[in-house]
């Protein structure tokens, strides 16, 4: 389902956003791989990649690039059909590039007849291979990059979804689509390095594409990319850690994140910060990664859990995210179930910015020089940011009101989260099992976002509480 959004002040429950010139879409996870199992837009992400390539004619150009490719059905697979639509495009005239990672399997017929190897050795316009060295770091990225000659117009597909049936059937995963000829450029200058065998581990890779900035319709600021690796390791440096902190930093209300990984210190610290000047800041993380002593997130994650390394009774608030589309039960140690790797800083507020892109948030993605390719988007932009916002309420209960008692310096205090500037009310019932007619309003909840400590102790009747409108 599709949602064009004018101003975008009202979030809408959908996986398609669209503006001018951007789209923003997010799958729709079910766990089953099965072809009668598949439902609504699980496999939207595929079927835009897809469409592009079969918008393609002769001597326009593409580029793709993933770091793991497989999947062969037609309904539920990924490399096979977008063989088939490479092929196809090839036999109309376009010209591909195909970027892998080293893991990446060239020879296997994913669609019968057709692999990799076999594109690029198709006799006359053949697929233009290149697949990473198996060593230092990785390769990536996850892009689709389209130039049509027809229309002069360059689109860039981007975010967190490898080329998989199982990123769109068993994963959380989101891109965006974005029409502008400037960010092309720099993607086409970063993939024809790729292409051309300057990968991660080669210190002659030019650094010209990162950091290039760019103007989307509907906004009055410059976004900008960064392309990892990067020259400048050091803490503050040139680098994409050092722009995101400084974008945490500069949040004034509230801050949204889905992260696969979070490793580095420092962002907790800044998003600690944030809490402690008033910022409301929700976050998941997969259990997978944080669930545990020895997982890569863990130490981040506590720090983050710890109240004593706040100075104010707010909080970053975490959500574990639900298995399915459908809602039905949350995260249960799923591998990688949360596959997204994004911020939203103040969706809401003049300023907003979404941070979005393949790059887990370490130093092999965020920081090092000689490590992983990588690309990380940094879009000023509150259609965009809007459109990240509706994911998250999608894969987390991170836009639902709540209340829970809290310790207080002598007694338990009610807590309230509201995710809306509306009025709502706490309600009380004695006993759950006497049915719905047993709730009765007990408070008015003033109409403001956010955590608020309402002055309700121990001596408050014993029973149940919910905040609804």
């Known amino acids: 389902m599709a949602v064009f959004l004018a101003g975008w002040a009202q979030w809408a429950g959908a996986d398609t956003f669209t503006g001018a010139n951007w789209v923003v879409r997010f799958n729709l996870p079910d766990q089953t791989t099965s072809a009668g199992s598949i439902g609504p837009d699980e496999f939207v992400l595929r079927d835009a990649l897809l469409a592009r390539l079969d918008a393609l ?11 793991t490719f497989s999947g062969n059905t037609a309904a539920g697979g990924a490399a096979g059909p977008i063989l088939a639509a490479m092929s196809n495009a090839l036999a109309r005239g376009a010209k591909l590039g195909f970027v892998a990672d080293t893991g990446v399997d060239v020879t296997s017929n994913f669609w019968p007849g057709v692999s990799l190897l076999s594109l690029s050795k198709r006799p006359g316009n053949a697929l233009q291979l290149s697949r990473a060295p198996p060593v230092g770091g990785i390769m990536h990225n996850k892009i689709g990059l389209f130039w049509y000659r027809a229309t002069g117009q360059a689109w860039v597909m981007a975010g967190s979804w490898n080329f998989t049936g199982g990123a769109s ?35 002659n890779k030019s650094r010209a594409p990162d950091g290039t900035r760019f103007r989307l ?52 610290a800044a998003l600690i910060r944030a809490c402690d000047r ?137 807590t309230v989260w509201l995710p809306e500037n509306e009025a709502y009310q706490l309600w009380f019932s004695p006993d759950v099992g006497l049915g719905p007619e047993a709730w009765t309003p007990y408070r008015s909840l003033p109409a403001m976002r956010g955590i608020h400590m309402l002055g309700l102790t121990n001596a408050a009747p014993r029973g149940f509480f919910r905040v609804a409108p």
Request: aromatic share 12%; with cysteine; charged share 15%.
């Open 169 to 203: 059937s068993q994963q959380w995963n989101i891109m965006t689509e974005l029409q502008n000829n400037t960010l092309a450029a720099a993607y086409s200058n970063e993939l024809r390095q790729m292409l051309s065998g300057y990968f991660h581990s080669n210190t």
């Open 278 to 414: 008033g910022v409301v800041v929700h976050g998941t993380i997969p259990i997978s990664d944080r669930g545990a002593p020895g997982r890569d997130s863990y130490e981040v994650y506590q720090m983050l859990l710890n109240g004593a390394n706040y100075a104010t009774l707010n909080r970053v608030r975490m959500y574990d995210a639900y298995y399915q589309a459908a809602r039905l039960r949350y995260d249960n140690n799923n591998r990688d179930l949360t596959h997204a790797k994004y911020m939203v800083i103040d969706p809401r507020g003049v300023y907003p910015l979404v941070i979005q892109g393949s790059a887990n948030w370490t130093a092999s993605a965020l920081v090092l020089p000689t490590s992983n390719d990588e690309n990380v988007q940094f879009l000023p932009h509150g259609g965009i940011a809007e459109a990240f916002r509706a994911q998250f309420a999608a894969m987390t209960d991170g836009m639902k009101p709540w209340c829970a008692w809290r310790p207080g310096p002598k007694a338990s205090q009610m």
């Open 57 to 67: 004619g002769n001597n326009d150009w593409a580029c793709l690039a993933t770091y």
């Open 217 to 268: 319709t509907g906004t009055t600021r410059d976004g900008w990319v960064r392309f990892a690796p990067f020259s400048d390791r050091t803490s503050g440096g040139n680098n994409a850690l050092t722009d995101i902190i400084a974008a945490i930093d500069d949040a004034q209300d509230e801050i949204f994140f889905a992260l696969n990984k979070l490793t580095r210190t420092e962002v907790a």
